[in-house]
């Protein structure tokens, strides 16, 4: 589970990136990469054993410093995308000035818990730690309820935000929300745990692992809301991708007959970038050029086809009018004088339409062979 929601973390750093990498300027986006990254950063060092190599070069305690750091970092860049997202910019960045010395100061002083902490005190888990060390206490409770009071700010800023918001972004807006605000309460409980062992009471075990399950169910509700509009979006660009490809199959045989026509009409890459070339191949414009190359061959034999006769006719009888029409274009057979566009597809239908009108006689072509 460890390993699949850290590849979950790599994988929407990666999207985000990208996205970053086209739009270099926008501070939420930027928000929410650094956001990412400090968490990603952050979990290997809380998995068991992740620490161990860490703490052999940086010594004792300090993977748990490093670690802690890096969550005051995360939540406070996801702080900053809700700040840079509102109206004011000018206020925002006030605010993220203001949210950085909270940040700051905090960070500062847990070092220095870290630093006065007897040896030992820090290592292992939040479960056998010795909350009885005030410096350990301190460290936990300070953390704790940092990251409670940017993730329910957080979670506030989202709620208001999905509200506002058109689906799929107000699905993802929502899932995240819950997520934070999870997190935010397991943060509360974790805190009150500190105080009670602090006092040197003891806490039972399930409490210790309902919070600890709380967290990272919360953790995984966040990550998936961030990530469920982009997620969305590229499912449908894959289901758009397989309809074109096979859309593009499908139109081969009218397309064949169109070239044969008018060969002049087939469109190629001229240009002399690799890149252009590349992207020429792409399905989506493969699939509009075989389009326009099909439009611009019934155009040519326009004037010898009755284009009313083929709606709805027998494919064998279509196939047969349309090859009919390609033999007398190119046999030179006087023209008549057109009394209407010699587009076999009418104009003011949609393109989707075009489409289907153009698979329909390629289908015709394909089933008269």
């Known amino acids: 589970m460890a390993i699949v929601f850290l590849a979950g973390l790599v994988l929407a750093i990666v999207w985000k990136l990208y996205q970053l990498a086209k739009a270099p300027h926008d501070r939420c986006l930027r928000s929410v990469v650094l956001c990412l990254t400090c968490a990603a950063l952050s979990y290997p060092l809380a998995m068991p054993g992740g620490a161990d190599g860490f703490e052999t070069v940086a010594g004792h305690g300090a993977a748990k410093l490093v670690q802690n ?14 700040l840079y997202a509102s109206a004011d910019e000018r206020g925002a960045r006030r605010r993220a000035r203001i949210e950085a010395l909270v940040a700051a100061s905090v960070a500062l002083g847990v070092t220095c818990t870290v630093a006065t902490v007897p040896h030992h005190a820090l290592v292992g888990s939040f479960s056998s730690t010795d909350m009885t060390v005030p410096q350990a206490a301190t460290f936990y ?15 506030y800023w989202t709620r208001r935000y999905a509200r506002l918001s058109a689906k799929p972004h107000s699905t993802g807006l929502w899932t995240a929300g819950i997520g934070m605000f999870g997190m935010a309460l397991a943060c ?24 600890g399950a709380v967290l990272v169910v919360s953790t995984l509700l966040f990550v998936f809301g961030i990530t469920y509009p982009g997620m969305r979006t590229r499912v449908s660009l894959c289901r758009l991708w397989f309809r074109r490809r ?14 044969e026509a008018a060969p002049h009409a087939v469109l190629r890459a001229n240009s002399t970038s690799a890149w252009e070339r590349w992207r020429a191949r792409g399905i989506h414009r493969r699939h509009h050029r075989r389009i326009v190359e099909c439009r611009d061959g019934l155009v040519e034999i326009g004037p010898y086809l009755d284009a009313e006769s083929l709606r709805d006719a027998p494919a064998p009888w279509a196939a047969e009018r349309l090859r009919e029409a390609v033999r007398a274009h190119l046999g030179g057979a006087d023209q008549p004088a057109p009394t209407r566009p010699l587009a076999v597809i009418p104009r003011q239908r949609s393109r989707e339409d075009d489409i289907q009108e153009l698979l329909a006689l390629s289908d015709a072509l394909r089933s008269a062979n």
């Open 69 to 82: 750091l890096l969550l005051i970092a995360t939540v406070y860049f996801l702080m900053c995308f809700y």
């Open 141 to 155: 409770l300070v953390v704790g309820l940092y990251l409670m009071y940017a993730l329910a700010a957080a979670a």
């Open 188 to 211: 509360a409980v974790r805190a009150v745990i500190v105080v009670i062992r602090w006092t040197g009471n003891a806490v039972h075990a399930p409490v210790m692992a309902a919070a």
């Open 246 to 259: 096979r859309e593009y199959a499908r139109l081969e045989p009218l397309w064949r007959l169109m070239a």
